[in-house]
């Protein structure tokens, strides 16, 4: 549910609606053919046309939503009605988050770039209409680009991969193969986790996030995601997935200590 730091739920009304929605366009690709998504061995997209025609108009609002939630101060409707208020505020926003290529205030020539660029004009001044608070705010414009990258390019991205034969973190099994295959015989203590070993050699990066892997739960012995949103995106699905691992809540509770 969207909710501001150290505040309550929110309650829009619109909120499960367009959850609903999204649920209901997964399930579709699920058992549309082709399928557009697989559920073995858990959720991965396999069609990008799918997710653009499809996931993406929902994820648009919800991305809205949470938006006028954090960023953008409600402004009251002249009829009174709350709720269709914030459905038009929902929609605007989304219709700038749909769209691609980013809003500048300089002008282009004719052609596919400045169609865009006119259409993107109009939909900002939608925006503006609505929320005359929007107007001239770059920060709230920051916060809505970054918004349209993360639904048009980087979650699609990120679902499209394989949990532990693409992408995840490295565990202790890893760390002791890597020993072996480096000839390294030294014996470590019982109560000894590799993970804490590593740590003092590793970036940390590959200590706490996720990893490229080159085959089904070999993760590469050096290489980083390059792209600080991916990595993000798939630090969260690799945690989702795999949970903490036991160095992760040692050191958890040593830090709570402190």
Same mark, same amino acid.
């Given at each position: 549910?969207?909710?501001?730091?150290?505040?309550?739920?929110?309650?829009?009304?619109?909120?499960?609606?367009?959850?609903?929605?999204?649920?209901?366009?997964?399930?579709?690709?699920?058992?549309?053919?082709? @399928?557009?998504? @697989?559920?073995?061995?858990?959720?991965?997209?396999?069609?990008?046309?799918?997710?653009?025609?499809?996931?993406?108009?929902?994820?648009?609002?919800?991305?809205?939503?949470?938006?006028?939630?954090?960023?953008?101060?409600? #402004?009251? @409707? #002249?009829?009174?009605?709350?709720?269709?208020?914030?459905?038009?505020?929902?929609?605007?926003?989304?219709?700038?988050?749909?769209?691609?290529?980013?809003?500048?205030?300089?002008?282009?020539?004719?052609?596919?770039?400045?169609?865009?660029?006119?259409?993107?004009?109009?939909?900002?001044?939608?925006?503006?209409?609505?929320?005359?608070?929007?107007?001239?705010?770059?920060?709230?414009?920051?916060?809505?680009?970054?918004?349209?990258?993360?639904?048009?390019?980087?979650?699609?991205?990120?679902?499209? +991969?394989?949990?532990?034969?693409?992408?995840?973190?490295?565990?202790?099994?890893?760390?002791?193969?890597? +020993?072996?295959?480096?000839?390294?015989?030294?014996?470590?203590?019982?109560?000894?986790?590799?993970?804490?070993?590593?740590?003092?050699?590793?970036?940390?990066?590959?200590?706490?996030?996720?990893?490229?892997?080159?085959?089904?739960?070999?993760?590469?012995?050096?290489?980083?995601?390059?792209?600080?949103?991916?990595?993000?995106?798939?630090?969260?699905?690799?945690?989702?997935?795999?949970?903490?691992?036991?160095?992760?809540?040692? +050191?958890?509770?040593?830090?709570?200590?402190?």
């Amino acid at each position: 549910s969207f909710q501001k730091s150290g505040s309550t739920p929110s309650t829009f009304p619109c909120e499960e609606k367009y959850r609903k929605e999204l649920v209901e366009r997964v399930n579709k690709g699920l058992s549309d053919t082709p @399928t557009a998504f @697989t559920s073995s061995p858990h959720l991965v997209l396999l069609r990008k046309d799918f997710y653009d025609s499809d996931i993406l108009p929902p994820l648009c609002k919800l991305a809205a939503l949470w938006i006028i939630n954090e960023q953008v101060p409600l #402004t009251s @409707t #002249t009829d009174g009605d709350e709720i269709r208020g914030i459905e038009k505020q929902v929609e605007v926003i989304a219709a700038y988050l749909y769209l691609p290529g980013k809003w500048s205030s300089k002008r282009h020539a004719l052609g596919p770039v400045g169609k865009i660029q006119h259409d993107l004009d109009k939909v900002v001044a939608d925006i503006e209409g609505i929320l005359p608070n929007m107007e001239g705010n770059g920060a709230i414009y920051g916060v809505m680009n970054l918004a349209r990258q993360w639904v048009r390019t980087v979650l699609p991205h990120c679902i499209s +991969k394989r949990h532990r034969v693409e992408y995840g973190l490295i565990k202790s099994p890893d760390i002791l193969r890597w +020993k072996r295959l480096n000839g390294d015989k030294e014996k470590m203590r019982s109560d000894e986790d590799p993970l804490d070993c590593y740590e003092f050699s590793a970036p940390v990066g590959r200590r706490f996030l996720a990893v490229p892997f080159t085959g089904k739960d070999v993760p590469s012995s050096a290489a980083e995601f390059s792209s600080p949103e991916v990595l993000v995106g798939m630090s969260i699905l690799a945690y989702w997935y795999d949970g903490m691992r036991e160095a992760d809540v040692s +050191k958890m509770i040593s830090r709570l200590k402190e």
